[in-house]
T-cell receptor
Framework: DARVTQTPRHKVTEMGQEVTMRCQPI?????VFWYRQTMMQGLELLAY????????DSGMPKDRFSAEMPDATLATLKIQPSEPRDSAVYFC???????????FGPGTRLTVL | GQQLNQSPQSMFIQEGEDVSMNCTSS?????WLWYKQDPGEGPVLLIA?????ELTSNGRLTAQFGITRKDSFLNISASIPSDVGIYFC???????????FGQGTRLTINP
């Protein structure tokens, strides 16, 4: 049963600390998306990749957020320095380029104190 | 930018009742998708719609792609406790890879 995995599932940190969230897309998928979910804003697209290349990161605060795909089996989202307003659930999703279905991971719940 | 208005924001119903929710867009979409999110999990795709007027079912769920291509509807018949969760609509315009998501409809069912 192929699934998107995300680690950690929960993260509590203090303001100013670096946070790294990891995602393993489904094997064979060539498109990876990072979303942020909050009560106020709902699901927001932060960035997405095709064949490991970033295509669009316009949804991401550039000064503190960075997203990379070191290889086809790993996507990372880093926040440095973290702020309380970054508290949210961060989802990774993967799919095939041109297909509609995006498969979501279980999310990382981030709390910044 | 593109916006999706999803309504209602929340619903409180009795088990066995039918449920209806909808999404409207400020622009035309070529694809409409409906997702469900269970507590503590990521959204899971329920139904995908590709043609204006299309009506598609998945068990007790039925979704429709509006004729104007600016709206979509999801109906759940004879609700059961496991239907509880947040339902999201999402749309994709022609040539776009990104999905635009609605704000979600939170469904609560009283047994």
């Amino acid at each position: 049963d192929a699934r998107v995995t995300q680690t950690p599932r929960h993260k509590v940190t203090e303001m100013g600390q670096e946070v790294t969230m990891r995602c393993q897309p489904i094997l064979g998928h060539n498109t990876v998306f990072w979303y942020r979910q909050t009560m106020m804003q709902g699901l927001e697209l932060l960035a997405y990749f095709r064949n490991r290349a970033p295509l669009d990161d316009s949804g991401m605060p550039k000064d503190r957020f960075s997203a990379e795909m070191p290889d086809a089996t790993l996507a990372t989202l880093k926040i440095q320095p973290s702020e309380p307003r970054d508290s949210a659930v961060y989802f990774c999703a993967s799919g095939l380029w041109g297909a509609d279905t995006q498969y979501f991971g279980p999310g990382t719940r981030l709390t910044v104190l | 930018g593109q916006q999706l208005n999803q309504s209602p924001q929340s619903m409180f119903i009795q088990e066995g009742e039918d449920v209806s929710m909808n999404c409207t867009s400020s622009s035309i979409f070529n694809t409409w998708l409906w997702y469900k999110q269970d507590p503590g999990e990521g959204p899971v795709l329920l139904i995908a719609l590709y043609k204006a007027g299309e009506l598609t079912s998945n068990g007790r769920l039925t979704a429709q792609f509006g004729i104007t291509r600016k709206d979509s509807f999801l109906n759940i018949s004879a609700s059961i406790p496991s239907d509880v969760g947040i339902y999201f609509c999402a749309g994709r315009s022609q040539g776009a890879q990104k999905l635009v998501f609605g704000q979600g409809t939170r469904l609560t069912i009283n047994p």
